[in-house]
């Protein structure tokens, strides 16, 4: 009763005028900065960090900085999933999953199904995750403490055999893509010796290892505008969008066929995000891994299902709710944004840990209220400018592709300020544009990217603590069981190919 009642008070607070207001301008911004390739919600955050002391010079408090920023990092959890879904191209690496479904819906000219999809389904992972947030949040801080070096590595693994069912029935060629995917996350300097690795012929720029957004760039924004270019053949190639009140109607009323990825985007998401050094990109990616290894047609992933943008997307805005718990419970920001976050919350005087919600409360209460406010401004203001992003669909394609690539040029650069990275971007999307001829699943590969450098440092530290024991996956509480259902998992596949030969050898 009591939590009811301090979070009531703390929605009044969000509500007031000024806080309203600051909700509204920072959703519209996170949109913004979420849409645009390269930027998302870590350079927004950190780019307008500096602005909330004039805020605060206005309101003379940390509540209404934080609450512009906390607007931000949700508007910007929307926004990815915009040009992901019309252009192909991931506004930031948590959108990238929403991309393998999301594209595929705009090339058959059903764009407004998957953007209503996404922005219904990160409305309820947001709301999902909040109410979570506000009842168990000291429980689930305890959870995330007993997650140590072998339970992350046991949960990547998971993640990894979740990965075996993305690329087709080819099982073969889908490991081979997470093999080369862990080969490339390794380039760079080894984090125990400090020995360079992969350098390949002593580039410089391959020091820093490959970044996972310039692949994801290459791959989703070069390597699709080829695909898309060599399959029309020099025709005329659009997506043709009719928007109207009923097309729109209809898109809301499908939403119901993505109830599932939905839940178990909004569930898995938040409590990957509340693992610290996790965040919302693996969390999109284990849900939708998960989504098609539990669907009654997993061949419909990849090709338009409307639950393979649903999963992502609830998960992304779950997880981006979820990583906020370590941070403000523990002191350990769950994400590199809560990062950003953690150091405005010192910079302002504040101490998070387990303190914080009894020696702040005027700050805790109305800053849970606008995670509140501001997950439902998103997805007001999102479903308001679908028509606008549609608009970009109608454009030729003679119009678009020029579009495309100058935009994964300035959203490389924008990232790193490095053109290496941009000549990089360029290689990888024509060298992903001949594995998708070669009809090579290249999905496998970039997920592994992500989860290879999260992977690598947990099995290292944990084998270091057992002195080599391999064991140390099996035996303790958490990880064994996350252990064994990853390996049966990844043998399932295996133990089919078996069976089928078994059954056709008998009839």
Not at 13 to 24: H, S, T
Not at 28 to 51: H, R
Not at 120 to 136: D, E
Request: proline share 6%.
């Amino acid at each position: 009763m009591d939590i009811i009642l301090a979070l009531f008070n703390g929605i009044l607070i969000a509500l007031e005028p000024i806080n309203l207001g600051l909700a509204v301008i920072g959703v519209v911004v996170g949109l913004f900065v979420g849409a645009m390739p390269g930027l998302g919600s870590v350079n927004g955050v950190a780019i307008l960090l500096p602005f909330t002391f004039v805020i605060q010079s206005f309101t003379g408090g940390a509540t209404s900085p934080m609450i512009f920023l906390a607007a931000i990092y949700y508007g910007a959890m929307y926004g990815g999933a915009i040009s992901s879904i019309t252009l192909g191209i991931p506004g930031a690496s948590t959108a990238v999953a929403t991309t393998f479904d999301g594209r595929p819906l705009a090339i058959a000219g059903k764009a407004h199904i998957a953007l209503v999809a996404a922005a219904l389904a990160s409305f309820v992972g947001g709301t999902v995750s909040n109410i979570m947030f506000t009842a168990f949040a000291p429980i689930l801080a305890g959870v995330a403490l007993s997650f140590g070096d072998p339970e992350v590595f046991a949960l990547m693994l998971l993640a990894f055999a979740t990965f075996v069912g993305l690329g087709g029935d080819d099982i073969p060629k889908t490991i081979f893509s997470i093999c080369f995917g862990l080969v490339l996350a390794t380039v760079g300097f080894d984090i125990v010796s400090g020995e360079p690795r992969l350098i390949f012929f002593d580039i410089q720029g391959f020091s820093h290892g490959i970044r996972f957004l310039v692949l994801a760039i290459g791959v989703y924004g070069i390597g699709e505008m080829l695909w898309t270019i060599n399959t029309s053949r020099g025709g005329t190639s659009m997506s043709k969008v009719d928007v109207t009140l009923e097309s729109l109607k209809d898109a809301v009323l499908r939403f119901r066929e993505a109830w599932r990825g939905t839940v178990i985007g909004s569930l898995l998401g938040f409590f990957v995000g509340i693992l610290p050094a996790a965040g919302a990109t693996p969390g999109s990616l284990m849900a939708y891994g998960v989504a098609k290894l539990t669907s009654k047609d997993p061949k419909q992933y990849g090709k338009g299902a409307i639950d393979g943008v649903a999963a992502p997307e609830a998960a992304n805005n779950s997880a981006s709710t979820g990583a906020m718990l370590p941070m403000m419970t523990l002191g350990i920001p769950g994400s590199p944004t809560t990062a950003v976050l953690l150091a405005g919350m010192v910079i302002w005087g504040l101490q998070p840990g387990p303190l914080l919600f009894t020696n702040q409360p005027d700050f805790v209460w109305p800053l849970i209220g606008s995670f509140y406010i501001s997950n439902v401004v998103a997805v007001v203001v999102n479903l308001a400018f679908i028509p606008i992003f549609l608009w970009m669909l109608r454009m030729p394609f003679t119009i678009l592709a020029p579009l495309i690539f100058v935009l994964s040029l300035v959203g490389t650069y924008a990232a790193y300020m490095d053109m290496f990275d941009v000549w990089l971007m360029v290689f990888v999307g024509v060298g992903a544009f001949f594995l998708r001829i070669l009809d090579y699943p290249v999905a496998p590969a970039v997920l592994a990217i992500v989860l290879g450098p999260i992977a690598e440092p947990k099995l290292r530290q944990s084998l270091l603590f057992s002195d080599g024991d391999i064991t140390i996956f099996f035996t303790r509480p958490i990880a064994g069981p996350i252990t064994v259902i990853a390996i049966i998992l990844i043998l399932l596949p295996l133990a089919k190919v078996i069976w089928d030969k078994i059954k056709a050898r008998s009839a």
